[in-house]
């Protein structure tokens, strides 16, 4: 029987985890998404590479323990299981621009449910259009500006146990089939060149343009541990639980800073 766990990634800067530059170049490099919510995603493959990279620098012997025993030149004998595994994270909240407050973090019950069975929380899921106590409307309604258009609150409620800090933040839920266009709104994007090596003009076709999730972005993802026969507790940090690490790709020009918590070890 597999023991459960999750993590918490917060963006400390934009997260880009989908094409690098060197595939598309001359496109627009996308993030991976979730298939039903077109929403932003960080692939179990991604966190599991990042954090068997963390407990690498422990010891080798820990590290195989854990994460398994990959190939050699072809050979399959010396494969082993891993004791660790990881789903895909998935948003939580994301922060979107919003004029007059300026930043109101938005969700989708569809999302929330996500995080409510990998948390294993109790409590009935806020409906659509339900907005946190501090939301703060336009001219005293309850109304919000996003850049295309107009959201009208329906309810206000206490939210902040939604939030994996518990601490209460402007928020509103939207329904699940509005998340994809406020997603696509609130994206950082940003065109990237290549200058010439020896004067300031572009190298070439050496242009693209890359998406990431903007910074303060919350995800979860689920864990589950394989009971070791010596009686060992995965610690995915020198440190501890937490740590601040760098996820998916250009992590050389500002993108992936990150807090990775785990909950429930």
């Not at 991976?32 to 493959?45: K, L, Y």
């Not at 050699?72 to 595994?85: F, H, I, N, Q």
């Not at 309604?141 to 402007?170: H, I």
């Amino acid at each position: 029987m597999y023991s459960r766990a999750y993590g918490v990634i917060e963006a400390l800067a934009p997260l880009h985890v989908g094409a690098s530059a060197g595939e598309e170049s001359g496109n627009l490099n996308l993030i991976f998404r979730d298939q039903f919510t077109q929403t932003g995603i960080v692939p179990g493959s991604s966190i599991r590479g990042r954090l068997r990279a963390e407990m690498r620098q422990a010891g080798e012997q820990d590290e195989q323990e854990w994460y398994g025993r990959g190939t050699d030149a072809g050979r399959t004998d010396g494969m082993s299981e891993s004791a660790v595994k990881f789903e895909y994270a998935s948003l939580i909240w994301l922060p979107v621009f919003c004029p007059g407050q300026p930043i109101v973090w938005v969700s989708c019950p569809r999302l929330l449910a996500r995080y409510q069975r990998i948390a294993g929380m109790q409590g009935e899921l806020p409906r659509p259009y339900t907005g946190s106590k501090d939301l703060q409307g336009i001219d005293g309604k309850d109304v919000l500006f996003f850049n295309l258009g107009f959201l009208t609150l329906k309810r206000k409620e206490d939210l902040s146990a939604w939030f994996p800090e518990r601490r209460a933040r402007p928020a509103v839920v939207v329904e699940d089939s509005d998340m994809a266009v406020i997603h696509d709104m609130a994206l950082y994007r940003q065109s990237r060149v290549k200058l010439h090596d020896e004067v300031k003009v572009v190298d070439g076709g050496a242009f693209f343009n890359v998406e990431a999730l903007p910074e303060e972005t919350l995800l979860v993802f689920p864990v589950a541990i394989k009971p070791t026969t010596n009686g060992k507790t995965w610690q995915p940090f020198s440190d501890g639980m937490s740590a601040e690490i760098y996820l998916g790709g250009l992590e050389s020009i500002g993108f992936g800073h990150c807090r990775v918590t785990i909950y429930g070890v």
